[in-house]
């Protein structure tokens, strides 16, 4: 609303998110998935930077936890896994939103897409949480939703759990042959 740019429904706009808040702002204002070559930067760091005031006032709105995430989060640390996220997220959102959903207690730390030189679906988000907590890739597994993940987890030769739900652009995530597809978070517990 702010740069009078044509308003897109939450359906649109919902696949679109996954390759964090940079790309995320460059769909909306090519309006596509396909991003516009000639798009502004200028244009593209304003709307950039209006995105992230507007997502750090309203970090938790409407945002919930998918069934029987707690629980499983709670069997799997006492257990004692080590769980760390990855997200293509900024890093300022992360605790925010772990804490507002009363599951921070739960991981042992997290990146962002600002984080490191590269994010998902390079491998090297992966490979740092490995390193950070004297893993290797073969006693870790990468737990995902998107196209993204899996393929993160395949360019480091990490198992893989693939979520049926959550945003993967409209595609089943079946396509990115994870280790294993899962339709629901606490059926991870028979596979680990």
Not at 62 to 85: C, M, P
Not at 126 to 152: E, P, W, Y
Request: with cysteine; aromatic share 10%.
């Amino acid at each position: 609303m702010q740069l009078n740019r044509k308003q897109f429904d939450l359906k649109t706009i919902t696949s679109w998110i996954g390759n964090g808040s940079a790309t995320l702002v460059k769909r909306a204002l090519s309006g596509s998935n396909n991003i516009d070559e000639d798009l502004d930067n200028e244009l593209f760091l304003k709307a950039h930077k209006i995105f992230l005031e507007h997502y750090q006032q309203n970090v938790c709105v409407d945002t919930i936890l998918f069934d029987g995430v707690k629980n499983t989060l709670s069997n799997l640390k006492q257990k004692g896994y080590i769980l760390t996220i990855v997200t293509n997220k900024p890093y300022i959102f992360i605790q925010p939103i772990l804490e507002q959903l009363k599951i921070m207690e739960y991981f042992d730390d997290f990146v962002g897409a600002d984080s490191l030189d590269e994010k998902k679906p390079h491998p090297m988000p992966l490979l740092h949480m490995c390193n950070r907590f004297n893993q290797t890739v073969k006693s870790s597994v990468m737990i995902g939703d998107s196209k993204n993940d899996i393929i993160a987890a395949q360019n480091c030769s990490m198992d893989s759990i693939g979520v049926t739900y959550g945003y993967n652009y409209d595609q089943s995530i079946k396509q990115y042959n994870p280790t294993v597809i899962i339709d629901n978070i606490k059926d991870i517990l028979k596979y680990l």
